[in-house]
């Protein structure tokens, strides 16, 4: 079975699961999130060299603020500020993405601890999005899923011009153009489907294809540190479950916020 056999099968197996939860379990939702981020947590931990104390310290807090957001015990204050934390962590990554090598990531246990209970929280959105209509999230389940799989495909077959070169060799300027026109598409698709015409949703779909970008090639960063091609290999063709969610890290919160403000 080639690679890209194993992608698309893998892919179709976790995609069809995960939406089948989104629509006939909130809890089981909620439990597939938490196990995926305790996975993606000993990856992240595994490429920083991490001491298991200062993950195991991070996991629960990270786990507490899940837990509090899934009981909708948290403060809408304290929850848009945590939304406003999670947007300036991901601006802070593309200034990161754009600057690297010149900048990288601080190796220290204290800097990566505190990356990695963004990044976990980034992944808490996720549950937290289930106070919508499950439209909404399967909405940004489909903008990251198309913008990511029209990218591969785009820059497979057109591909010409490095997007990123100092972080990603495969990531071409128009990988990110098919990307996001996917994105679009997706979005516009939906927005008649579920009879929410507007332009609104279109620049939101946009935004979110956009930064679901910066979280791939966030995740680049710390394998291409670590000197590894995938954070894991726990999924056939993807790698590791960071490999999986890089995207949908960076797009979550600010989703959120779209939603948000277009209530």
């Known amino acids: 079975m080639n690679e890209l056999t194993k992608r698309t099968l893998s892919a179709a197996v976790l995609g069809i699961l995960v939406l089948w939860l989104l629509f006939n379990s909130t809890a089981g939702f909620a439990i597939i999130v938490a196990i995926a981020a305790i996975i993606m947590g000993y990856e992240f931990a595994r490429l920083r060299a991490m001491k298991i104390s200062s993950l195991t310290l991070v996991l629960a807090f990270a786990g507490s603020v899940f837990y509090l957001g899934i009981e909708a015990k948290i403060p809408q204050q304290i929850l848009y500020l945590l939304l406003g934390l999670a947007a300036i962590f991901w ?153 999986r969610l890089d995207g949908l890290l960076a797009a979550a919160p600010i989703f959120f916020i779209g939603l948000e403000l277009l209530r």
């Open 91 to 243: 601006l802070k990554n593309l200034f990161l993405v754009l600057n690297y090598p010149r900048k990288k990531p601080k190796n220290t246990e204290f800097f990566n601890a505190i990356n990695l209970f963004f990044l976990l929280l980034s992944l808490s959105f996720l549950p937290l999005l289930q106070q919508f209509p499950s439209a909404k999230l399967l909405l940004l389940l489909l903008i990251v899923w198309a913008a990511d799989i029209f990218a591969y495909f785009t820059g497979k077959m057109f591909g010409k011009h490095k997007l990123a070169p100092n972080v990603s060799a495969g990531k071409t300027v128009e990988g990110l153009a098919g990307g996001l026109f996917a994105a679009l598409l997706a979005t516009g698709g939906w927005a008649f489907a579920t009879d929410n015409l507007g332009y609104e949703y279109l620049l939101l779909g946009l935004a979110t294809g956009a930064i679901s970008v910066v979280g791939d090639l966030y995740a680049s960063i710390y394998k291409r540190e670590a000197g590894v091609k995938d954070s894991g290999a726990i999924l056939p063709g993807h790698g590791g479950i960071f490999d």
